[in-house]
């Protein structure tokens, strides 16, 4: 009917109502393979609204209730599109008069009428004239030539926009044909088809007007077209296309042009494609029909096999160093694109990444269990670093699909890459939970690449529950288990995760002979984001023990190589350090900037424990720039994000700096609440932070 088409340009006509921003979601409701799971849709609403990472809650129903408190009060415009129904909908719901809704459905959605106060508008088919003013404008001056076989073509499109659409491109294609031949091609397919469904379901007769287009195709777009119903992601680009057809690339592109200008698949970003949701069902009809269960499942293979070759090549080209940690590369008769640089590698991930976790669906629900954890695996370190809402889902798949086999090994790195996300996202009782779930099937499947990785996870879960020395022994454990196994990189990150417990509970020379070791190793495997990381943690060192000019050398080596990586994490945690360190020269608003950096950067991947720690930095030097009420608001604020992610280092750090600006305030009662707490916490994680605080706490008792 044209829904979504009226639906976004009457929203872009009234935008200026809407004065705090639009939100629109393709629900795919129809989708034969995978309608928009409701919680996915809440998920990237609070994305848009900007929240991420821990901030987005794991389940619907709280997911939906954050939306609700986010748009609360606000003039917010939301278009939901393609709804299934009623349930699909009703989580999305704002709950605020102040928000208009507006959603497209084939379903009448009754319940959203009756219970909810919606207001239904039918759209009725395009009028006879308004058909054919369609058809003239798009086909031009020979359907105004043929004004009674432009009306019969509009009725046999049975004046849907979509087949209209389809007709007329057809119609342009063949300029040497009559409209009046072109009609009675279709009135004689048409009544073919009232023989066999005399219904008169207007969908049928969109159906019939695709059959009637795709009839017309060249041979090898017609394939394309029947296998693209195959293809279970959103959208597609002109390689996937290649391996799912079994051609050359340029004849992917070629086909993929032939069917946009038939209006059979419309392009959907830069070099990507995707279909209107009939069509897509159209296309998988004619897969199943036309195609043996031999030539689908071949199709399949290609796709799959295409997907983690690429994304293979992708996480080598980004993380060479890290291939022994990743399944073996599986070889791919397919075509891929040149990934050879960082920027090109980021790109297709990032442009990919929904099509990941969709492949990964459709390959589960066919019982491709070890492909969704070998392709989870594959992809784990760029999701982790960058989009910690995928890495959850993908994780989680990886998990479920691993449940479904009798491979423990499996199980144990699905596990453990679901508790590093979890770990990531402050999600640390659930994080502790998979880690250990997955020591016990490395133990038993006797991998020790899974065991070691188990140890390294289990070490960080433990530390931001505060339980440093029991991390400090988990993390010797996996030394243990990567020395014996000869993996030099899992040694290497064990040599570096040792390193910054010690130096949180003060051991830096110990930490400082560890990191040397592990920054040697990574210089050795070319680990480069490994050498930035032990970098970092050496400049922490240096500063703690007052050689600010090492320590500046440190920091600077690091953020070169960082700069050359997408790894906004690392980058961030060398940006937050560096502003202490410039805190250490006296150098306040520098250190603010470089803390305001870091604080962007953890938002944006959404890492709230290290974001507090920043912000915690961002009090400090407001404090020293005499800014109190500044001050005072950071640490506020980072409590606040320390205690939701139970992050004690954090929350002893905030209590540490709102003591200091309130003594600075002349409030020594509260001042004092503040250290007493701050002390009780740096004693309890045994970091040597609790006889600064002591210091303080003398300080303040002076008359």
């Given at each position: 009917m044209g829904k979504t088409t009226l639906a976004v340009h009457w929203a872009h006509r009234v935008r200026a109502r809407f004065p705090d921003g639009q939100l629109y979601v393709n629900l795919r409701g129809y989708d034969p393979e995978q309608p928009m799971a409701t919680g996915d849709a809440l998920a990237r609403f609070l994305t848009a609204l900007g929240l991420t990472g821990h901030n987005i809650p794991l389940g619907e129903e709280d997911r939906a209730a954050r939306f609700r408190s986010e748009v609360a009060g606000k003039r917010m415009l939301i278009v939901l599109d393609n709804a299934a129904g009623v349930r699909q909908v009703r989580a999305l719901l704002p709950g605020s008069g102040s928000c208009l809704v507006v959603v497209t459905s084939r379903d009448s959605l009754a319940g959203l009428v009756a219970v909810d106060g919606a207001y239904r508008l039918d759209l009725g088919l395009l009028s006879v004239t308004e058909a054919v003013d369609l058809l003239n404008r798009l086909i031009g001056r020979r359907a105004e030539e043929e004004p009674v076989a432009t009306a019969l073509?509009?009725?046999?499109?049975?004046?849907?926009?979509?087949?209209?659409?389809?007709?007329?491109?057809?119609?342009?294609?063949?300029?040497?044909?009559?409209?009046?031949?072109?009609?009675?091609?279709?009135?004689?397919?048409?009544?073919?088809?009232?023989?066999?469904?005399?219904?008169?379901?207007?969908?049928?007769?969109?159906?019939?007007?695709?059959?009637?287009?795709?009839?017309?195709?060249?041979?090898?777009?017609?394939?394309?077209?029947?296998?693209?119903?195959?293809?279970?992601?959103?959208?597609?680009?002109?390689?996937?296309?290649?391996?799912?057809?079994?051609?050359?690339?340029?004849?992917?592109?070629?086909?993929?042009?032939?069917?946009?200008?038939?209006?059979?698949?419309?392009?959907?970003?830069?070099?990507?494609?995707?279909?209107?949701?009939?069509?897509?069902?159209?296309?998988?009809?004619?897969?199943?029909?036309?195609?043996?269960?031999?030539?689908?499942?071949?199709?399949?293979?290609?796709?799959?096999?295409?997907?983690?070759?690429?994304?293979?090549?992708a996480m080598d080209c980004l993380h060479p160093a890290e291939a022994p940690h990743r399944p073996s590369r599986v070889p791919s008769s397919a075509t891929i694109p040149d990934l050879t640089t960082p920027e090109a590698a980021s790109a297709w991930l990032d442009a990919e990444r929904f099509c990941l976790i969709a492949v990964a669906a459709h390959a589960a629900a066919g019982g491709e269990y070890a492909y969704v954890v070998s392709l989870t695996r594959t992809v784990h370190r760029y999701l982790?670093?960058?989009?910690?809402?995928?890495?959850?889902?993908?994780?989680?798949?990886?998990?479920?699909?691993?449940?479904?086999?009798?491979?423990?090994?499996?199980?144990?790195?699905?596990?453990?890459?679901?508790?590093?996300?979890?770990?990531?996202?402050?999600?640390?009782?659930?994080?502790?939970?998979?880690?250990?779930?997955?020591?016990?099937?490395?133990?038993?499947?006797?991998?020790?690449?899974?065991?070691?990785?188990?140890?390294?996870?289990?070490?960080?879960?433990?530390?931001?529950?505060?339980?440093?020395?029991?991390?400090?022994?988990?993390?010797?454990?996996?030394?243990?288990?990567?020395?014996?196994?000869?993996?030099?990189?899992?040694?290497?990150?064990?040599?570096?995760?040792?390193?910054?417990?010690?130096?949180?509970?003060?051991?830096?020379?110990?930490?400082?002979?560890h990191l040397r070791e592990a920054l040697s190793r990574f210089q050795a495997l070319d680990a480069r984001r490994f050498q930035a990381n032990a970098l970092t943690n050496l400049g922490v060192i240096e500063t703690r023990l007052g050689n600010l000019t090492a320590a500046a050398g440190h920091f600077d080596a690091s953020l070169v190589i960082l700069h050359e990586l997408s790894t906004p994490i690392v980058e961030a945690h060398t940006l937050d350090k560096l502003g202490t360190l410039l805190l250490r020269l006296g150098d306040a608003p520098a250190a603010s900037e470089r803390f305001r950096q870091a604080v962007r950067l953890f938002h944006q991947v959404g890492v709230p424990a290290a974001e507090a720690g920043s912000l915690n930095g961002l009090g400090e030097a407001a404090m020293r720039q005499g800014r109190l009420d500044d001050a005072l608001a950071h640490h506020q604020e980072a409590l606040a994000m320390a205690e939701q992610t139970k992050g004690l280092h954090q929350q002893a750090q905030a209590h540490l700096g709102l003591g200091r600006v309130l003594h600075a305030l002349n409030e020594a009662d509260r001042a004092r609440a503040h250290l007493e707490t701050s002390l009780k916490l740096y004693t309890a994680l045994r970091m040597p932070e609790a006889d600064e605080v002591r210091t303080t706490l003398t300080e303040l008792a002076k008359p």
């Open positions: 073509l509009a009725e046999q499109c049975a004046r849907l926009s979509l087949a209209l659409r389809v007709a007329a491109e057809l119609a342009v294609s063949q300029p040497d044909s009559t409209l009046a031949d072109l009609s009675a091609e279709l009135t004689d397919r048409q009544s073919r088809l009232d023989l066999l469904d005399p219904g008169g379901d207007p969908y049928a007769a969109v159906r019939e007007v695709f059959s009637w287009s795709i009839h017309h195709l060249p041979t090898a777009a017609l394939e394309t077209f029947r296998l693209l119903g195959l293809h279970p992601g959103p959208d597609i680009d002109p390689y996937a296309v290649a391996a799912l057809a079994g051609v050359p690339v340029d004849q992917a592109r070629q086909n993929l042009a032939v069917l946009a200008r038939a209006h059979l698949v419309h392009r959907s970003g830069p070099n990507r494609y995707g279909l209107h949701d009939l069509l897509r069902a159209y296309a998988a009809g004619l897969a199943t029909r036309k195609l043996t269960e031999e030539q689908r499942a071949h199709a399949s293979r290609r796709l799959l096999d295409y997907y983690r070759a690429a994304a293979t090549a982790i670093d960058t989009h910690l809402i995928e890495a959850i889902a993908l994780s989680d798949q990886a998990r479920r699909s691993a449940e479904g086999t009798d491979d423990p090994s499996a199980l144990a790195h699905a596990l453990r890459l679901l508790g590093a996300a979890y770990s990531r996202m402050s999600q640390v009782d659930l994080a502790l939970e998979c880690q250990l779930a997955s020591l016990a099937e490395a133990r038993r499947a006797a991998d020790p690449l899974a065991e070691t990785l188990a140890y390294l996870g289990l070490g960080v879960a433990l530390s931001h529950l505060g339980r440093g020395e029991e991390a400090i022994e988990r993390t010797r454990d996996a030394i243990a288990v990567a020395t014996e196994a000869a993996d030099a990189l899992g040694q290497a990150i064990a040599f570096n995760n040792v390193a910054v417990l010690e130096q949180q509970h003060g051991r830096y020379a110990e930490a400082g002979e």
